[in-house]
């Protein structure tokens, strides 16, 4: 998750190793989890494509992210920045098409999303050392995009299942501040923290509105 390559000591690598490493397992054991559990609760191929969607881009963005973080050849390290940083465009819109598809509505909202995913995607891969704000920027806007267009799919949602999906974007957005304060010591490995905890909500919240959403 767009890291620098900024000088860290053995502790903030192996603390950042330890992060990646649990979230990966998380992921790959969970994900198996949610899909079956739509299948079984929903049943229809939407709901189960949503999730499975969902699933297969966390678990990428998550491995990337590790890829790219733990990675200290100078070689590689060029394409595991491409893929970390794109990684996260597909992420951000296969969160938002587990809900879009298990509610029915929104199919707009993710025909915009994956074609902004996709542009941000190739931004990164043409220039992935440029126009750092402006990925930034895109990474925002894609992840606040419901506000502006996603409140037919939030209808469709219960209090508790709305009040999790806020609450993951706002620590995703808190976690940035972390990214971007370079001087911290140990600011990688809270800025994943913070990426781990927001995605735990927003699994909690896909697997909220599965089971609320069964008939």
Same mark, same amino acid.
């Not at 192996?14 to 992060?19: A, L, P, T």
């Not at 992210?65 to 951000?92: C, E, P, Q, V």
């Not at 707009?108 to 074609?115: E, F």
């Not at 010591?185 to 896909?206: D, E, G, I, K, Q």
């Given at each position: *998750?767009?890291?620098?390559? @900024? =000088?860290?000591?053995?502790?903030?690598?192996?603390?950042?190793?330890?992060?990646?490493? #649990?979230?990966?397992?998380?992921?790959?054991?969970?994900?198996?989890?949610? %899909?079956?559990? =739509?299948?079984?609760?929903?049943?229809?191929?939407?709901?189960?494509?949503?999730?499975? %969607?969902?699933?297969?881009?966390?678990?990428? *963005?998550?491995?990337?992210?590790?890829? /790219?973080? *733990?990675?200290?050849?100078?070689?590689? =390290?060029?394409?595991?920045?491409?893929?970390?940083?794109?990684? &996260? /465009?597909?992420? &951000?819109?296969?969160? /938002?098409?587990?809900? &879009?598809?298990?509610?029915?509505?929104?199919?707009?909202?993710?025909?915009?999303?994956? &074609?902004?995913?996709?542009?941000? @995607?190739?931004?990164?891969?043409?220039?992935?050392?440029?126009?750092?704000?402006?990925?930034?920027?895109? /990474?925002?806007?894609?992840?606040?995009?419901?506000?502006?267009?996603?409140? +037919?799919?939030?209808?469709?949602?219960?209090?508790?299942?709305?009040?999790?999906?806020?609450?993951?974007?706002? %620590?995703?957005? %808190?976690?940035? #501040?972390?990214?971007?304060?370079?001087? #911290?010591?140990?600011?990688? =490995?809270?800025?994943?923290?913070?990426?781990?905890?927001?995605?735990?909500?927003?699994?909690?919240?896909?697997?909220?509105?599965? *089971? +609320?959403?069964?008939?």
């Amino acid at each position: *998750m767009f890291a620098s390559r @900024a =000088t860290y000591s053995t502790p903030e690598l192996v603390s950042d190793g330890v992060v990646h490493v #649990l979230g990966v397992v998380a992921a790959l054991s969970s994900v198996p989890v949610l %899909i079956t559990l =739509t299948a079984l609760k929903r049943g229809d191929p939407s709901a189960i494509a949503g999730t499975a %969607i969902y699933g297969v881009t966390l678990i990428a *963005m998550l491995l990337a992210s590790g890829l /790219y973080n *733990m990675n200290r050849s100078d070689r590689w =390290t060029g394409l595991l920045r491409r893929m970390d940083h794109s990684a &996260i /465009y597909f992420k &951000i819109a296969g969160t /938002y098409t587990a809900f &879009i598809l298990l509610s029915g509505t929104g199919l707009v909202l993710a025909a915009v999303l994956w &074609i902004t995913a996709t542009a941000g @995607a190739a931004l990164k891969i043409a220039a992935p050392y440029r126009f750092r704000w402006v990925g930034l920027a895109l /990474y925002f806007c894609m992840g606040w995009a419901g506000v502006v267009g996603g409140w +037919q799919v939030f209808a469709t949602m219960s209090a508790p299942v709305f009040a999790l999906v806020v609450l993951g974007g706002l %620590i995703y957005s %808190i976690g940035t #501040l972390f990214y971007l304060m370079e001087r #911290l010591p140990f600011h990688n =490995t809270l800025w994943h923290v913070f990426v781990l905890a927001a995605s735990a909500v927003y699994y909690a919240a896909v697997t909220a509105h599965v *089971m +609320q959403t069964a008939t």
